[in-house]
């Protein structure tokens, strides 16, 4: 069971604003950078975005967007479309397990 | 461009043992943490194992430690992970990914993924 936990399912209409969420604790999120990725079906995942405003991964939309707050970290997709349907993974680095921990993953459906 | 290509697709028995190997290319190896994450059919993202530039530090998960083991060469600029006494949990995709200038970046290229498969 990871112990970054993200619901299984979400779900929006095109154009939609949708966030996923990512709940961890103090020596994972609460301490560290969350990174988040896509995976289409059959590819491999690709970086999305992440918590340091200060820099966005290259070529990705900024309709994409991190933030976190304490313990918990959230993925906002605005104007959704339909090539967004996927499955999104958060991931943090772990203080305690000194190594990285990814969340279950959220399955998007776009309606 | 960056390119991160693992060996092909392998059956191995339980209990065999295995090495994978990824050819990075397209940025400077040496300046970047590498790491190993799996993905088990229709199950979500596991990260395996984590090296740094030099190799002088690597961290690996619980549920492969004393088993797997991670290595790098930078004159080769390859990523290699060796795994012994397998067993069937550990039938599933292998990425190499690209990590930053330290320890956590996170990974911003992955390799397509080799299938391992453990069955006799």
């Known amino acids: 069971q990871s112990v970054l936990t993200q619901p299984p399912s979400a779900s929006g209409t095109p154009g939609q604003r949708v966030t996923i969420p990512c709940f961890g604790s103090r020596s994972n999120i609460g301490s560290n950078t969350v990174y988040w990725y896509q995976q289409l079906p059959g590819t491999a995942p690709k970086l999305l975005a992440h918590t340091n405003k200060d820099h966005r991964p290259s070529g990705v939309p900024d309709r994409f967007s991190g933030s976190k707050s304490g313990t918990s970290a959230s993925l906002a997709i605005s104007g959704l479309q339909s090539e967004d349907e996927a499955d999104y993974y958060c991931?943090?680095?772990?203080?305690?397990?000194?190594?990285?921990?990814f969340g279950g993953g959220t399955r998007l459906t776009v309606l | 461009e960056v390119h991160l290509v693992e060996s092909g697709e392998v059956v191995v028995q339980p209990g065999g043992s295995l090495r994978l190997s990824c050819a990075a290319s397209?940025?400077?190896?040496?300046?970047?943490?590498m790491t190993w994450v799996r993905q088990a059919p229709g199950k979500g993202l596991e990260w395996v194992s984590l090296?740094?530039?030099?190799?002088?530090?690597?961290f690996i998960s619980d549920s492969v430690k004393g088993r797997f083991a991670i290595s790098r060469d930078n004159n080769r600029n390859s990523l290699y992970l060796q795994m012994s006494s397998l067993t069937i949990e550990d039938t599933a995709v292998y990425y190499c990914?690209?990590?930053?200038?330290?320890?956590?970046?996170?990974?911003?290229?992955w390799g397509q993924g080799v299938l391992v498969t453990v069955s006799s």
């Open positions: 397209g940025f400077t190896f040496d300046d970047y943490s």
């Open positions: 090296i740094n530039w030099d190799g002088a530090a690597t």
């Open positions: 991931a943090a680095w772990d203080d305690s397990l000194n190594g990285v921990l």
């Open positions: 990914a690209k990590g930053g200038n330290s320890i956590w970046d996170g990974f911003d290229h």
